[in-house]
């Protein structure tokens, strides 16, 4: 809750100020497909992930007459260093197979990879995206839709 909850938040408060001076802004957020759907056994971390979906939407709606856009992105699981990490340290000697059981979680078969996620942030962020805001944007090879 400190680090997805009070971290976002404080980001958020200090940006405010920034984004004023500066005449309008983007403010990103991340969020987690477990805001949508609340995840078996991460009932913090769903909790917090909708925390920041929430304040998204708060954000987008206090600041748009300032020219500040807030949106989300809500990723299913992204292969980066932390999930090799969790894998080795939880599953010694099982890696492979791990790995593999947890990209089938996927409906697209696969883990999102890290410039997948960066590409639809930069897109945000972008002017092209000037006309979007108050949206969270799941990155989630059909978690959300597919699963259910």
């Known amino acids: 809750m400190n680090v997805n909850v009070k971290g976002v938040y404080n980001c958020i408060h200090a940006a405010i100020p920034q ?64 999930v090799d990490g969790f894998i080795q340290k939880t599953y010694p000697g099982q890696e492979k197979e791990m790995f593999e059981k947890l990209s089938k979680t996927q409906p697209i078969g696969r883990m999102a990879e890290p410039v997948e996620v960066a590409g639809l942030a930069l897109y945000l962020c972008s002017d092209e995206s000037a006309f979007i805001t108050g949206c969270d944007y799941p990155i989630d090879g059909g978690f959300i839709k597919l699963n259910n």
Not at 30 to 41: E, F, H, K, N, T
Not at 42 to 56: C, D
Request: proline share 5%; hydrophobic share 45%; net charge positive.
């Open 19 to 82: 984004l004023r001076k500066s005449s309008g802004g983007v403010i990103l957020n991340m969020a987690s497909i477990a805001a949508w759907v609340g995840l078996p056994d991460r009932f913090v971390y769903s909790t917090a992930k909708g925390a920041v979906m929430s304040m998204t939407m708060s954000v987008a709606k206090d600041y748009i007459q300032e020219n500040i856009r807030c949106n989300s992105i809500s990723p299913a699981r992204v292969h980066t260093p932390f």
